[in-house]
């Protein structure tokens, strides 16, 4: 399934378009590597990152979705690996 369906299907983000300008400009890594196009497939098991209000979020893929369903079936597609940690690294200050 291509990036761009499945962020929409799953509903990370609102619109298709979203999806690929978010791909496009280099915002996500997919297992590890910068995505620069829309069309790169992923598959169960994959590892999305990408930063959203000053946190990052990283998602593995546990299922490929038919459609674009209701937020409940939307959750079930990915588990939150990493939830809310901050983008700037916070020093022990010691």
């Given at each position: ?14 619109t ?63 588990t ?15």
């Amino acid at each position: 399934m291509r990036l761009d369906k499945f962020l929409w299907f799953a509903r990370i983000v609102k619109t298709r378009s979203l999806a690929q300008s978010l791909a496009e400009e280099g915002h996500l890594r997919l297992s590890g590597r910068i995505i620069d196009r829309a069309h790169v497939p992923v598959r169960i098991g994959d590892v999305l990152a990408f930063a959203v209000h000053g946190k990052v979020r990283v998602l593995r893929i546990d299922a490929l979705p038919d459609r674009r369903g209701p937020p409940a079936e939307a959750r079930a597609l990915y588990t939150e690996v990493n939830e809310g940690s901050p983008l700037t690294s916070e020093g022990s200050g010691d």
